[in-house]
């Protein structure tokens, strides 16, 4: 009887200890599982911000080849068989027609202090490949079309980038003129 005792008596600081080092372990695991998840998704979001960089890069260079009206480079931000809808509406297919588009547009609106540039950038990355981007470009100081000079002209450019290879390229791109906000209408509401 004295042993059948000893042996209950030895066996609960047994279990308990058993219990603490299963629960130890599962308290581990569980640790590690969650390290490899933020790890994942601060990789995938490391990625994700150089993609974006790549990616306002296409903006920023349209822009600039639009300022230096430089039509085939322009064009060639996009994907070979990639469109284009014009501001007002023309609809653009393929790298020949844009840079025939491209041309003749920067040759009459961009004069010599004429700015372009993207801001308000939007991104959805649809696959790791893949991003649809909302953005606005704004363009100043730029030749209307009646030889006037526009001082602040936004432009709503919406486009898909899509990687190819280690580039990214637009393969889509939607642009539309911005409704400016009223002259005088700071706060929507009349005084009287």
């Known amino acids: 009887m004295y042993a059948h005792r000893l042996h ?11 219990a603490l080092r299963s629960m130890m372990h599962r308290l581990g695991l569980a640790f590690f599982a969650c390290l490899l998840v933020i790890g994942a998704t601060g990789n995938a979001r490391a ?6 960089a ?5 903006a920023a260079n349209f822009a600039s080849a639009f300022i230096q009206k430089d039509a085939t480079r322009r064009a060639s931000l996009f994907a070979e068989d990639g469109s284009f809808v014009t501001p007002p509406g023309d609809f653009l297919q393929g790298r020949t027609a844009l840079v025939n588009e491209f041309g003749p547009e920067a040759q009459h609106a961009v004069n010599g202090k004429t700015q372009a ?24 100081n730029v030749n209307g079309p009646n030889g006037t000079i526009i001082p602040t002209l936004p432009i ?19 642009a539309h003129f911005a409704t400016a906000p009223a002259n005088g209408m700071s706060n929507g509401m009349s005084k009287g």
Do not use: M
């Open 8 to 18: 209950n008596i030895e066996s609960a600081p047994q279990k308990r200890s058993f």
């Open 47 to 52: 990625g994700q911000t150089e993609d974006e």
């Open 54 to 58: 790549s990616i306002r890069a296409l």
């Open 117 to 140: 540039a993207f801001s308000n950038f939007r991104f959805d990355f649809i696959k790791p490949d893949v991003a649809v981007v909302d953005s606005l470009l704004t363009v100043r």
């Open 156 to 174: 709503d450019f919406f486009y898909v980038a899509v990687r190819h290879g280690n580039a990214w390229v637009i393969q889509d791109g939607r």
